[in-house]
């Protein structure tokens, strides 16, 4: 697999924002969609967000609609997830993963290809 190695991860208060960035170490992974997962102790993986190969689609889940805005630039083997008016709820380690069969967006098994997460911490 294609390492993919995420950052940006930290901690903020409630209100503030965060950039997190996911770069894929081959140019191969401009060809794949690409989505951002994240996962809470004790709950299941969730889909955040998904864009097309080419940026022109994009998918959110309904926490995050309006706050969080998903890009890429596959130029630079880059994927980036902008967080804005962060809360609480949001606190989780965050995923960045390379899509590699069709199927739902938001499911993991989809995905064949994953980072090792960026911590993201929203106090109150």
């Known amino acids: 697999q294609v390492p993919l190695v995420e950052s940006g991860g930290g901690s903020v208060r409630a209100g503030e924002s965060l950039r997190l960035s996911c770069v894929a170490s081959?140019?191969?992974?401009?060809?794949?969609?690409l989505g951002w997962f994240r996962q809470a102790p004790g709950e299941e993986r969730e889909g955040v967000s998904h864009?097309?190969?080419?940026?022109?689609?994009?998918r959110y889940t309904d926490s995050v609609k309006g706050r969080f805005a998903i890009s890429r630039d596959n130029a630079k083997n880059t994927l980036y997830l902008q967080m804005n008016s962060l809360k609480p709820e949001d606190t989780a380690m965050y995923y960045c993963a390379a899509q590699g069969i069709g199927g739902r967006w938001d499911d993991p098994g989809i995905y064949n290809s994953w980072g090792q997460g960026t911590q993201v911490t929203v106090s109150s």
């Open positions: 081959a140019n191969t992974y401009s060809s794949y969609c």
């Open positions: 864009i097309s190969w080419n940026g022109d689609a994009t």
